[in-house]
């Protein structure tokens, strides 16, 4: 039987084979929208349910999902966060909901396990750190952390609490500071995350976790952040910090209060101070410029991906790249990596090996990075002709110059590349 409650839907899941296991299916499910987040109404129908699943005995363990294609959680009400500087209080209710949501999910005392397929960030990865296991979908769209710094805030659901205390202070200052979101392979490596799942095998690898936890109960697999921990919070806290202030120039606050409220924490047991100084840092910061600004940038990035225009024409099969320096090189691997043939083209051959030993890099990079696999990046790069001599052009779609920034150089290129194409071929 289903259920529904705002964004949130669940149902019981029953096994034939162990009929006194119920498990109870917790399904994200933002309508309207192919995204879940984590607004006022989401807290308040997941407060709701966990007090239900507190007060039913017959409950065994819960699973959380997503019904998103691409989105397991991407995170807070960023809209809201915006808005903070000008409704204090609504802000501070809403840091108070959501930590106070998470450690009643990290109280419960059942297994809690965060099945994660798709963009598991922000406020959704800090709700998969209060449960007892996460295990994640290895596809391309399952990034996995916390990148608030990279918003101008701090992750203050209990991220910056929680996590030092699942993969070590070091990691986690890496992490958070930096705002990495790595995928699924990166993550279990990490110790971000317990397992790894393809998506239609979720539940199982959920349910197996389920059953070992049952049979042999384990606490939190978290690291005892004791004595020793804080003087080596002390010790690496110098060059921490100069790392940052070089990284940052003293302009972005986040990353510094972050750190702070990650050192500060090390050998606390107790989490409700470390959860204090996330709330006060978050406020705090909402009202600067910065963050301010970097969340309006964000929002505008997110609202343009929405504005969807049909061009008419062709679609581009064929490309070719004049210049192979740094801009050219890289306007080639992009082009290639999205399936496009790619001449390109330089009249010095010094300088189409050396853009061809670029792309090789970024290619590189990017299998380490696991953007691409090894044969992904192998066609890309096939698919790439560097030629330092004059080639034929009519069968390209899109010729983009990318040579030196010199007007009467690109005139004359322009006019040049004009005799050499088709007549519908885009010159960029």
Known sequence: METVASTIRTRRIHEPDVPELTVLEVIFDRPDSSANTLDFATLQALEEQLK????????????????????????????????????????????????RVFNRLAALNIPTVATIHGACLGGGYELALACRYRIATPDK???????????????????????????????????????????????????????????????KAALKAIHAHLADPKGPRNVALNFFHKAVALGIQHKVRADLMRKTRGH?????????????????????????RERAAITELVQLPQARNLL??????????????????????????????????????????????VILRDIDREKVAAGMGRIGKLYREGVRRHTFTEREARDGIDRIVPASDEVPLEHADLVIEAAVEKLEVKRSLFAQLEDRVRPNTILA
Not at 156 to 168: F, M, Q, S
Not at 188 to 198: H, L, Q
Not at 314 to 337: C, D, E, F, K, T
């Open 296 to 341: 309006h940038v964000f929002m505008l990035q997110e609202a343009a991906k929405k504005q969807t225009r049909v061009y008419p024409g062709p679609a581009v099969r064929q490309a070719a790249v004049i210049g192979a320096g740094v801009m050219g090189s890289g306007i080639a691997q992009w082009l290639s990596s999205k399936g496009i043939q």
């Open 52 to 99: 239900a699943i507190e007060g039913d005995v017959s409950i065994r363990a819960v699973i959380f999902s997503s019904a998103k294609k691409t989105i397991f959680i991407a995170g807070a009400d960023l809209q809201l966060l915006a808005q903070g500087p000008s409704d204090k209080e609504m802000l501070e209710e809403y840091l108070n909901l959501g930590q």
């Open 252 to 276: 972005y606050p986040a990353p510094l209060k972050a750190m702070e409220i990650i050192l500060e924490g090390a050998g606390e047991s107790d989490l409700s101070a470390s959860l204090a």
């Open 141 to 203: 769209v399952t990034r996995i952390g916390l990148p608030e710094t990279r918003l101008g805030i701090v992750p203050a659901w209990g991220g910056c609490t929680r996590l030092p205390r699942l993969v070590g202070i070091p990691r986690a200052l890496d992490l958070i500071l930096n705002g990495k979101t790595p995928t699924a392979r990166q993550a279990i490596r990490y110790g971000m995350i317990d397992e790894i799942a393809p998506r239609e095998w979720l539940q």
